[in-house]
């Protein structure tokens, strides 16, 4: 008999014998959670690391728990298997539905089961990363299935696998159902340490009304909860990362990152459970209110930290560095250093975009006496963007004009050429480096070469 169905077997008589006692259903709530993270947590699933045998371990649990609660799967099996490189068989995501009214109708509830695993010869738990939010996610479908409502959409709850590699699984389930067929996605990730502090939710500007919705939801189940209209980490860090790039609202919650997680001190006794079984009701009733409140609809914008991929307008700063190149007798070069600093916009549709980078800088021409030019650039240029998982990549060229701020005696009044870049963006950074070659009657043929580091709001 496999340990998952030894504990369900532990649990329903552990939970038998305290129903008298406790007689509470919220307390009783709090009794499961205990339970179903002690065992993800069990040394025996040596941190569910993403394709191992605790990991296989781990999402038999999840499995089992379902079909124990009568909430039927995704088709013929809970579990959906996806590859990584050459590795086939070792990773899936589990999946449960609740049929709605409308076929083809989705609202996802997720939350990542795997973890880091053994690390330099110690078992990471991942108690609250993410074995809570599995705990919730469990939780949250036990309480819409005993509501006996059927839904209008169809509820899908998903323990996502090989989010700590990199998202994969969550990226391989949004690929399985047809694009325009999710209507939100809510996610769990780290949310067992709310310890009088309040619930962070990311994304409510993705979705009209829910700022509205948590505001009652926060004052029905005593708990704080603090929203955010978009997420705002540099990394992207969790499971809602490839719903948002294909333009699905996401709610994300969280209770923040003070807890020992990543590391082998992320136990449960640490969790409050309280907290999470009052999540846990937040989370039922605001995918209830996604699915029958027809006012809660797509604002056409995705979480920010998501916004690589996406179309339309992109507003920045960027600074960096400048080297100017001057060929001199005997063919050599004169090189010398500078700065610049300014704003950033590009607008792209599909893969093609037009960027700009109005600037301010600063050059140094070591010629006949050192002239300092300070210089505003004009360029515009025609960029080509490649979309490579929470990356883009891009290659651009155009022209640009410089207009000196205050005059050099060494060099004429303006400047025109032609430039190429070639970049790198993740999350709302961006990296480039820049070539211009002038084109104006420039007596010492200057070329400069940029490097440039910038931020998206």
Avoid at 10 to 23: E, T
Avoid at 165 to 193: Q, T
Avoid at 200 to 215: A, I, N
Wanted: charged share 20%; proline share 5%; glycine share 10%.
């Amino acid at each position: 008999m496999h340990i998952a169905r030894r504990a369900i077997v532990s649990i329903a008589v552990l939970l038998a014998s305290l129903s008298s006692i406790l007689g509470q259903p919220h307390e009783l709530l709090e009794v499961r959670l205990r339970s179903h993270v002690a065992l993800l947590c069990a040394d025996s699933l040596e941190g569910r690391k993403a394709g191992s045998e605790g990991g296989r371990m781990a999402s038999e649990y999840i499995a089992e728990e379902w079909a124990a609660m009568g909430v039927d799967p995704l088709g013929h099996s809970y579990f959906h298997p996806f590859s990584l490189s050459r590795d086939t068989g070792r990773f899936h995501n589990v999946v449960a539905r609740i049929e709605g009214e409308q076929s083809g109708n989705y609202i996802v509830v997720g939350a990542h089961y795997d973890h880091l695993g053994i690390v330099r010869g110690r078992i990471h738990p991942g108690a609250d990363d993410n074995a809570s939010g599995v705990a919730a996610l469990l939780e949250v479908a036990r309480l819409v299935a005993q509501s006996g409502i059927r839904p209008t959409h169809t509820l899908l709850f998903v323990a996502f696998d090989a989010e700590e590699m990199g998202l994969y699984g969550s990226e391989a389930f949004a690929k399985e159902l047809p694009e325009g067929s999710i209507r939100a996605m809510v996610n769990m990730d780290m949310v067992g340490w709310l310890h009088e502090g309040t619930v962070v939710v990311e994304g409510t500007g993705t979705l009209r009304g829910s700022q509205r919705v948590l505001t009652q939801l926060a004052e029905r189940h005593n708990i704080p909860i603090e929203t955010k209209r978009f997420e705002r980490s540099l990394m992207t860090a969790t499971d809602t990362s490839p719903f948002a790039s294909r333009g699905i609202p996401t709610l994300s919650f969280n209770t923040g990152s003070d807890s020992p997680y990543h590391s082998p001190d992320d136990t449960p006794e640490k969790i409050d459970f309280e907290g999470v079984a009052q999540i846990v009701g937040v989370v039922a009733d605001l995918v209830k209110a996604i699915d029958s409140d027809p006012t809660l609809v797509a604002s056409g914008r995705i979480a920010h930290k998501h916004s690589i991929h996406r179309d339309g307008l992109g507003v920045g700063l960027a600074g960096g560095f400048n080297i100017v190149s001057i060929p001199i007798e005997g063919g050599d070069l004169l090189t010398a250093m500078g700065w610049q600093a300014g704003v950033a916009l590009h607008y792209y549709r599909g893969i093609i975009g037009v960027r700009t980078s109005p600037t301010i800088g600063r050059r140094t021409l070591s010629l006949e006496s050192a002239d300092t030019l300070f210089e505003l650039t004009l360029p515009l240029e025609l960029a080509a963007r490649i979309p490579l998982g929470p990356y883009a990549y891009y290659l651009a060229a155009g022209g640009y004009y410089t207009h000196p701020l205050r005059r050099a005696e060494s060099a004429h009044l303006a400047e025109y050429g032609w430039q190429w870049s070639i970049g790198m963006r993740l999350s709302n950074l961006f990296f480039e480096a820049t070539n211009r070659y002038p084109l104006s009657a420039n007596p010492h043929n200057i070329r400069t070469s940029l490097c440039s580091l910038g931020f998206y709001f």
